[in-house]
């Protein structure tokens, strides 16, 4: 199941990128794994998927133990800074800093381990009360920040748009990250003038990717429907 779900998802993501003029190999899948067991990981693995995505420290940290070396694990939930530590440990990017003061708390931490980690700017797109990010209007001036701190290596930004019914309603939600993102880049903010943008799930990959996605969040259609918490 896992092995048919990632060739046919990899198929379809290239088959999409050539259409929209876009190189394959700048989108990348990140297997959202939250809730299932470490077992679903290493099978992925042995298929040859070595990037995952993880929503909850303390569980991400116990499947991290038995994950192999080259395994590569983007933290993409909310990030409370008394668990700062444990994700900058275990995190190979940290999907979702939406404010200074995680960021120091981090960049303080990378210090202690001598280690520098790649950061997203997690953006509250349509500015929705209840959802965690940034909102869009301060964005810039967080990303000149966190720019300033020597651990933190800031790539891009992600976010998560309302519930749609239909992903075309996801598109323009979409496209104002990537103008975002794009003022940002202007302003040489970004590390090594890369410009990441973490946008795109099951249900919506398609049009993110339309719109410039280079980390898809996939879960379900991976793994198929997610056990409850
Ligand atoms: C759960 C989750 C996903 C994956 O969602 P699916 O609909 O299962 O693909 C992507 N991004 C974030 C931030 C998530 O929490």
């Known amino acids: 199941m896992i092995e048919k779900n990632l060739s046919s998802l990899k198929e379809e993501i290239t088959a999409i990128a050539h259409r929209c003029g876009r190189a394959a190999e700048n989108i990348q899948l990140v297997a959202v794994s ?64 939406d404010r200074a003061k995680l960021g120091h708390t981090l ?66 939600h979409f496209r104002n990250l990537r103008l975002l993102a794009e003022q940002i880049r202007g302003k040489g903010y970004f590390h090594d003038d890369s410009m990441e943008l973490s946008m795109g799930m099951s249900s919506d990959f398609k049009v993110a990717i339309e719109e410039g996605a280079t980390y898809i969040r996939i879960g379900t259609a991976i793994f198929g429907q997610r056990p409850p918490r």
């Open 107 to 172: 960049n303080r931490h990378l210090e202690k381990l001598n280690k520098k980690l790649d950061i997203l700017i997690q953006v509250n797109i349509a500015k929705e009360p209840q959802k965690s990010g940034i909102a869009p209007e301060h964005a810039e001036s967080l990303a000149a920040e966190l720019s300033r701190l020597p651990m933190l290596q800031l790539k891009g930004l992600m976010t998560m748009p309302p519930l749609t019914t239909t992903p075309e309603e996801a598109r323009p």
């Open 34 to 97: 939250k809730r299932f067991p470490v077992e679903v990981m290493l099978e992925a693995i042995k298929y040859g998927h070595n990037l995952f995505g993880e929503n909850y420290i303390q569980e991400a940290t116990d499947k991290s133990q038995y994950l192999p070396q080259g395994a590569e694990l983007h933290f993409i939930g909310h990030l409370q800074s008394n668990k700062a530590r444990l994700a900058a440990e275990i995190s190979t990017m940290i999907e979702t800093v």
